[in-house]
């Protein structure tokens, strides 16, 4: 028999970005033995397409993913909740309520940054950079 996966539930305001990311990266990194999802405080309703764009250059398949409440997962269990707001740029970061292992990585909104694409792109691929080794240094490690 199968040991259950580990449960994780990221968390951001808009459930746009890094959260989508963060979900994308957790489930194919961890090989099966996690099973991450996300959502926000207040979902944009809409994923980035840059989120989309900068999983499918690392050959990271992001699924279907939609930009959704937390409130659609209120009753479930989770092993370990992480929110990825930035507090150096004043974000406020979700309190989801419960039992398990918090986490926070302070992770820039790429969503937010002006400039050419160029500019754009390079803070996606920053932000995925950092949620790449904080998933493979911290949570991926800490599970086993």
Do not use: K
Request: hydrophobic fraction near 40%.
């Amino acid at each position: 028999m199968s040991e259950r996966p580990t449960r994780v539930l990221v968390l951001c305001t808009g459930n746009s970005c890094r959260s989508i990311m963060a979900e994308a990266l957790i489930n194919t990194l961890g090989q099966g033995r996690f099973r991450a999802v996300s959502a926000g405080s207040r979902p944009t309703g809409q994923v980035h397409p840059g989120a989309l764009a900068t999983l499918q250059r690392h050959g990271i398949d992001p699924g279907e993913p939609t930009s959704q409440s937390w409130d659609d997962y209120a009753d479930e269990a989770f092993d370990y909740v992480i929110t990825v707001c930035d507090s150096a740029a004043e974000e406020t970061c979700p309190a989801f309520p419960g039992r398990f292992e918090r986490i926070h990585w302070s992770i820039p909104d790429p969503a937010h940054v002006e400039g050419s694409a160029a500019e754009i792109e390079a803070a996606f691929e920053r932000a995925f950079a950092l949620l790449r080794s904080r998933i493979e240094t911290e949570l991926l490690t800490a599970a086993r």
